[in-house]
């Protein structure tokens, strides 16, 4: 699997991930001062409301801004044969003869892309999954908790 491409189409993603947030927040800041939205009573809270989302949807706009620039600095290299899982690796897990595909990534878990007709989820070392695949190898098997089955690492590239 090509990683450069792979972390370009995390690029992407998040990039149309962070248009998104900034037009919410665009919005939901002018709801907030809209005339229409000016408190009538004590109880009355919408543009107070407003105002709380609007910030919210600015912080995740700032948290996608610092996750692309991450990604736009990391630099991906292919892993040896027996090399232990760490950032930047491309791991296939075989669960009940379930194929699934990650990517660990240094920030953004949980971002999806599709690359060679594969479905490709980002996952920190942070995560469950991640921290169970620290410094495993192909052919180790992990358990996450509350599972009942392995996960079978088929490949680490």
């Known amino acids: 699997m090509n990683k450069r491409l792979l972390v370009k189409k995390i690029i992407e ?3 149309s991930e962070l248009a998104v947030y900034y037009r919410a927040a665009q919005f939901s800041r002018a709801e907030a001062t ?3 939205n000016k408190a009538e009573s004590k109880y009355d809270t919408r543009g107070l409301e407003a105002s709380y989302l609007a910030r919210g949807q600015s912080k995740q706009a700032a948290e996608l801004e610092a996750a692309i620039e991450t990604y736009r600095e990391f630099e991906v290299r292919a892993f040896a044969a027996g090399e232990g899982i760490h950032k930047g690796a491309v791991v296939e897990l075989e669960q009940d003869r ?5 990517f660990i990534g240094p ?7 599709v690359q060679d007709k594969r ?3 980002v996952i920190t070392l942070q995560s469950p999954l991640g921290e169970q695949l620290k410094g495993k190898k192909a052919g180790d098997r992990v358990r996450l908790p509350g599972h009942k089955t392995d996960y ?6």
């Open 13 to 15: 993603r998040l990039t």
């Open 34 to 36: 809209h005339e229409q």
């Open 98 to 102: 379930e194929m699934n595909t990650y």
């Open 107 to 113: 920030c953004a878990g949980g971002t999806e892309v």
């Open 119 to 121: 479905e490709v989820l």
């Open 152 to 157: 079978r690492i088929v490949t680490v590239t």
